[in-house]
Every structure is written in C-alpha cells, then in structure tokens.
C-alpha cells in the first residue's frame, strides 16, 4: 500500500513567522510532488510541484525535496492569517494517473 | 484559459436513492478526468480515472461507476447510495504530470 504522511496538526504559528510543513512518502519510485492548499469547505488548489531533490522557491513558499530520505517539506516564509488551512502533501509515480493524497496538515497563522 | 465547473455544490439523499453527480471542463481537449472523495478529516481517495472517451479505470471496488460520454464530460453515477457514501466529491482534470485542476465539489449527505 502505497502511502504518504503527515501530521495532522495543527500547526500555529505567529504572523510573519516561516511555516514549515512536513509529508513523508513510501514509494521510491514516486516521481512527482505536489503541494496543495485547501482552505474549509473548498476544494484544494495546486501552489507547488517539484520533481528534482533540492529546493524550487515561489515566491512566499519553498517546497524542499529529498528522495533519499522520501521526504518533502514546504516552507512558507512571512505566514499571513490568509495562509491559514489545510496542506495536502500529494504524491505520483505514474505520470499523473494515480496520485496518492496525504490526509493534510491544518495551518493557524495568528494575527 | 480552462475551467472546470461541477454540480451541484450541496446535495442531500435518502439511503437506497440513484446518484449522478456531473463535470464538464472547457478550454481544452482530452484531457485526464478524475474522480475523488473526501471524506471528513481524510485524504483524498481516488475513485475514477479516464484519459479519453469511454475510457474509466476503477479504483475502489464500491458501489459508484463513471462514464464519459464526451471527451469534456465526466459523469460519477450510483443505482443506490449507502450511507457511507457521504463525502466531498471532487473532480479533477489534467493534462500532464504537473498537478490538478479542481472543481468546486459536491457535497453529499446520505441521509
């Protein structure tokens, strides 16, 4: 069974704080890695992917991949309260058919 | 630019009553459609997927089925809902291996 983790939170941090989010992954042939954000009651949107180890940087957020270690991290830099919900790590080996959903991690960025 | 609309937003049904939830994208041709479920507190489970007409390949053996009978149409369909079929129904588009485009969700109650 093919799996990707996260802790649930939630995650608080103070405005202009870095977030730091976290998703683990257990297949070594995952290819491509996605980060989506999912405010309540709305559908996720896609603010990051990344396919090579190292760091791909948009902007206010940094998502960091180490295949070595099936890890990958998205950093978010200068927290806003809009930043505020929840962080679905996503993961896919087969060029797109079958990507594989972590449960998500909730965000409060504090005012 | 491409869009992708899904109905209805909210929707409340009696246990043992059919299912047709409906998406359409525009703007593009052929491309992957993709059914998911979202359970309260959970990840996103895949259910359907099709890269073209009549095409859909099953990931949960479940009482649901989708069709497609227009390249830019994907239908998710049940004769009869169990109650565990409440969730928030996603349908998303792609057309390569670079994330997702998702519509707004349904939201069904099976009641």
């Known amino acids: ?111 | 630019s491409q869009t992708i609309h899904q109905w209805p937003a909210t929707l409340v049904q009696p246990v043992g009553s059919p299912l047709s939830l409906e998406c359409t994208v525009e703007g593009t041709s052929n491309p992957n459609l993709y059914w998911y479920r979202q359970a309260a507190g959970r990840g996103l489970q895949l259910l359907f997927y099709s890269v073209g007409i009549g095409q859909i390949s099953s990931e949960v053996p479940q009482n649901l089925s989708a069709s497609r009978p227009q390249d830019r149409q994907f239908i998710l369909s049940s004769k009869k809902l169990l109650l565990s079929d409440s969730g928030f129904y996603l349908c998303a588009w792609s057309e390569a291996a670079d994330g997702y485009t998702f519509g707004s969700g349904t939201r069904l109650t099976v009641v």
């Open chain 1, 1 to 111: 069974q093919k799996e990707v983790e996260q802790n649930s939170g939630p995650l608080s941090v103070p405005e202009g704080a870095i977030a730091s989010l976290n998703c683990t992954y257990s297949d070594r042939g995952s290819q491509s890695f996605f980060w989506y954000r999912q405010y309540s009651g709305k559908s996720p949107e896609l603010i990051m992917f990344i396919y090579s180890n190292g760091d791909k940087e948009d902007g206010r957020f940094t998502a960091q991949l180490n295949k070595a270690s099936q890890y990958v991290s998205l950093l978010i830099r200068d927290s806003q309260p809009s930043d505020s919900a929840t962080y679905l790590c996503a993961v896919d080996h087969t060029g797109g058919f079958k990507t594989i959903f972590g449960a998500g991690t909730r965000l409060f960025v504090k005012a």
